[in-house]
């Protein structure tokens, strides 16, 4: 990095959507990196103080948020509508606690989908056998959430997660979200308006019954959500262009 800064006076950037706990995260290469950035951007507040220890040079807290071209609804085409509609779906990695939401929500009835990593094994793998179709990327991720007719927002209880990705990636899709309720969650969403939370598994499953008996309140709640984070300007873009204008780069830069 100082090399090409010293051939090049670019100015060098770090990003993550993780946080610095993240499993396999902070690397002894990533650990002696940091400090040559010009900044950290970070959406996580409670990382400011380890990008700190780590001597960043400056940190910027900034949010997630998603993409314009790829997190859009988006027409299902019959083959597809096989593939992805379903009552409730998850695209992520199976953690117990979220095996075992996903399971009860598989108990109580419901059809389940489920994208991403490791629901193949582990606790109840054998249950969620013929619900799990693997990883989804790109558009393909915009078609599970759009079939899904309720699309679960689950969070990462070992690094404190307060919002994620798929905070914003759900909505902007113009999907139906039921996110774990958390004080991050309630300021960028109005409950019961915009978007819907839980604390526990059976105020979920009330909240999953009630919303699979009654479409015209889960479409106007998805509309309203996905008008919030569209005015809202939470798309990356928007995001970032308003990280580098705090390090005072011109429009064209940005």
């Known amino acids: 990095i100082e090399n090409i800064r010293q051939r090049t006076g670019a100015l060098f950037i770090h990003f993550t959507p993780d946080a610095l706990r993240g499993r396999g995260f902070l690397t002894p290469w990533m650990r002696g990196a940091i400090p040559f950035y010009d900044a950290c951007i970070t959406n996580k507040p409670r990382d400011v103080d380890g990008y700190k220890n780590l001597r960043a040079r400056r940190i910027i807290v900034s949010q997630s948020?998603?993409?314009?071209?790829?997190?859009?609804?988006?027409?299902?085409?019959?083959?597809?509508?096989k593939r992805y509609v379903c009552d409730v779906?998850?695209?992520?990695?199976?953690?117990?606690?979220?095996?075992?939401?996903?399971?009860k929500i598989l108990e109580a009835g419901h059809d389940i989908k489920l994208?991403?990593?490791?629901?193949?094994?582990?606790?109840?793998?054998?249950?969620?056998?013929?619900?799990?179709?693997?990883?989804?990327?790109?558009?393909?991720?915009?078609?599970?959430?759009?079939?899904?007719?309720?699309?679960?927002?689950?969070?990462?209880?070992?690094?404190?997660?307060q919002h994620t990705t798929r905070t914003f990636e759900i909505p902007a899709c113009g999907g139906f979200m039921i996110a774990e309720r958390t004080n991050e969650?309630?300021?960028?969403?109005?409950?019961?308006?915009?978007?819907?939370?839980?604390?526990?598994?059976?105020?979920?499953?009330?909240?999953?019954?009630?919303?699979?008996?009654?479409?015209?309140?889960?479409?106007?709640?998805?509309?309203?959500?996905?008008?919030?984070?569209?005015?809202?300007g939470w798309d990356w873009r928007s995001l970032l262009g308003k990280a580098l204008n705090e390090l005072c780069l011109n429009d064209e830069a940005t």
């Open 65 to 81: 948020g998603f993409d314009l071209n790829i997190h859009r609804p988006t027409s299902l085409s019959s083959a597809e509508m």
């Open 89 to 103: 779906g998850f695209v992520g990695r199976a953690e117990d606690d979220r095996r075992n939401t996903m399971a």
């Open 115 to 161: 994208w991403g990593s490791a629901w193949d094994r582990g606790k109840h793998a054998s249950l969620f056998k013929r619900h799990f179709g693997g990883w989804l990327y790109g558009h393909e991720y915009a078609k599970a959430v759009c079939g899904a007719r309720i699309n679960m927002c689950f969070l990462f209880k070992d690094v404190e997660d």
């Open 185 to 232: 969650h309630l300021s960028f969403f109005k409950e019961g308006k915009e978007a819907e939370f839980f604390s526990g598994t059976s105020e979920l499953l009330d909240k999953v019954h009630y919303y699979l008996e009654h479409p015209a309140g889960r479409r106007a709640i998805a509309e309203a959500g996905r008008r919030k984070v569209i005015e809202s």
